[in-house]
């Protein structure tokens, strides 16, 4: 199978802006062929859109805006890991040979339709995630004796490294005692335990080994693939504590890629809730289960960047078509040494973990320079 | 690369009930797993629903509901070609090795919200197709000299056949006379030249070479594939009276397949209107410019049905996201011989026409036994 590289990319700062959702698109596309004007655009193959946004035919709009005649032209919704899917799609495509570059841009609104689920009737009355969060979170203390105070260092770490990343919808920092004392959500929740949807767009442009070797001098190869959808229902969950499609979906790309969690230098994480965060990372074998939130003490004391260097979706924001594409944007840069003040020392390889509606689905790749 | 087949379907009859989306999808999955019994759910790797729906997150219901835990899973969009674009995305995942299986389904309700294209300013206050519908109809009427009874025959030979199909909408035939004295919706168009949105779903399994042939004795092989994507806005056609996607898609498709449109045996073509019928045979090079509908006529006279022998979206209804669909299970029938009355004398190769929005976008995909 021929390899698959991401060439080239482009972002937008996360906000509240009320803009339409084709304008937000192509700004974060714009910028990409600004940064990139080796790349033609008629040599793209492919255009995904990656939202959950209600317009249609999305994809021949950004296309047409864009300047972009594709073969392959579609959206993909798959709630919050929207972005990561259409990534995967984009690789298929190439590696396949019906595609040679694929232009992926994902992009969302603050008022995003994505952030209910109205299907999920084991939600109660309760249709937002702080619901599924709230329980989780309850869960994920009890079984392994957890305090809230230690899962508050999640958005104590997660923000301060936002205020490095020039994106972030938050450009404060808060102290343990700032995130106990924010407003109360629910018993087990607050307030700054939660990420915020936000406006923003996120493109890359991924290629042949061929074409990505032509085009640029450091590509960052996709060498790790895993996905995996248990259900879609919230309680159909086998634990409250772990997250089984995230430890099915890093295996699968661990193994593709033949590394294991150790090799990992560098990961960004799905922190949609604080409690996601030390969850996910005891998930994929970063450590053993209940020693999540250890660990993220651990990096926060010693200012180690290591885990979600952009400020995780709590720091900076979810859009949630753009967050997968968001998050692979960041360990490209890092693995380039080019993610300023955020830089982890040296990474060679760099992990993405994106996931939807209470881990009922997960994404993991691995990308390597 | 290796091969992909189409080793199993369902479908469900298209009609105008109120039913939920969730619920039209699972009926022709549950029929393809209840026609397909050697099929096992656990080696499902992946399931994309095509739909112009807004819910969210319905491959992960689907898979819920049919007992899949998929690694794989999201929805597809492009307007009216959503269907063929699903399929392209699931040959790419097999062809690519990261999926063995995959089970795709479409499914739209008769109030989507697909019919309408709001982003295209070039439609002025009409934003329903019949706008571009009438400007074709014009177009190619003023060009080649056509007459509206011409036409007619279109929709006389399309709801002839869709008769013969259990599961389309009409089951009504109708002569020359009544398609010119049905209500006149502008100056161009009569409501029997339209399809007509509707409620139904249709789903495909589709597997690698080694699977197809492990599960079934007779898979129908995808072995040429065309898409193109011109633009979005319906006046930055270059043509009103060819269709210039379907054209680039079908030269693409033709030569992976490694035949040209006279080895076509039987074939769907997108007839959203009766002017879009004759259009496409000539853009694929089935007949000369102009010499559409003297094409059409010599089938309907003949009562030979290898174009659009299920009845096309005129006489079949057109639920926007299950139709690229139903139009590859019609193709797999006649070419495993088991389209009943509408079936064509022993083809070896059919081809597939879905295209959207004013043929801004057309996917071609040729099949074999």
Redesign the interface.
């Known amino acids: 199978?021929s390899k698959v590289g991401i060439i080239g990319y482009g972002i937008t700062p996360f906000t509240k802006k009320d803009q339409k959702i084709?304008s937000v698109l192509l700004d974060s596309a714009r910028q990409l062929f600004r940064n990139n004007s080796q790349i033609n655009r008629e040599d793209v193959d492919a255009?995904l859109v990656s939202t959950?946004n209600?317009?249609?035919?999305l994809?021949?709009?950004l296309?047409?805006m864009t300047g972009i005649?594709?073969?392959?032209?579609?959206?993909?919704?798959?709630?919050c890991n929207?972005g990561t899917?259409s990534i995967?799609?984009a690789?298929?495509?190439i590696?396949?040979?019906?595609a040679n570059m694929v232009l992926v841009t994902g992009a969302e609104r603050y008022d995003s339709?994505?952030q209910i689920?109205?299907?999920d009737n084991s939600r109660g009355e309760f249709k937002h995630p702080i619901f599924w969060a709230s329980i989780f979170t309850k869960s994920y203390k009890r079984e392994f004796s957890i305090s809230d105070e230690q899962l508050a260092i999640v958005s104590v770490k997660n923000h301060k490294q936002a205020k490095e990343n020039p994106n972030a919808l938050s450009n404060k920092t808060y102290t343990v005692d700032d995130v106990m004392n924010s407003k109360k959500l629910t018993e087990d929740l607050r307030l700054l335990d939660c990420s915020r949807p936000c406006t923003g767009s996120a493109s890359i442009i991924m290629a042949s080994e061929e074409k990505a070797k032509q085009l640029t001098d450091e590509p960052i190869w996709i060498t790790g693939?895993?996905?995996?959808?248990?259900?879609?229902?919230f309680t159909?969950n086998t634990s409250f504590s772990t997250m089984e499609s995230t430890k099915l979906?890093s295996q699968?790309a661990l193994e593709m890629s033949k590394k294991n969690s150790k090799d990992i230098d560098v990961a960004e994480i799905h922190d949609a809730f604080s409690v996601c965060e030390p969850m996910a990372l005891e998930s994929m074998g970063f450590t053993a289960e209940g020693k999540g939130t250890d660990m993220v003490n651990e990096l926060h004391s010693t200012n180690n960047f290591k885990i979600n260097p952009r400020g995780g979706l709590i720091g900076t924001g979810h859009p949630l078509g753009a967050t997968g594409i968001a998050q692979t944007i960041e360990i490209v840069q890092q693995l380039q040494s080019n993610a300023g003040k955020r830089q982890v020392d040296d990474p060679n390889v760099g992990l993405v973990h994106n996931m939807?509606?209470a881990a009922?689905?997960s994404t993991v790749l691995v990308l390597e320079k």
């Open positions: 199978m084709e255009v959950n209600n317009s249609k035919y994809s021949p709009i296309s047409e005649q594709p073969k392959i032209s579609h959206s993909v919704e798959s709630l929207s899917n995967v799609s690789y298929s495509y590696a396949s040979g019906l339709p994505g689920l109205q299907w693939i895993g996905q995996k959808t248990t259900s879609a229902g159909k979906a699968t939807s509606a009922t689905s």
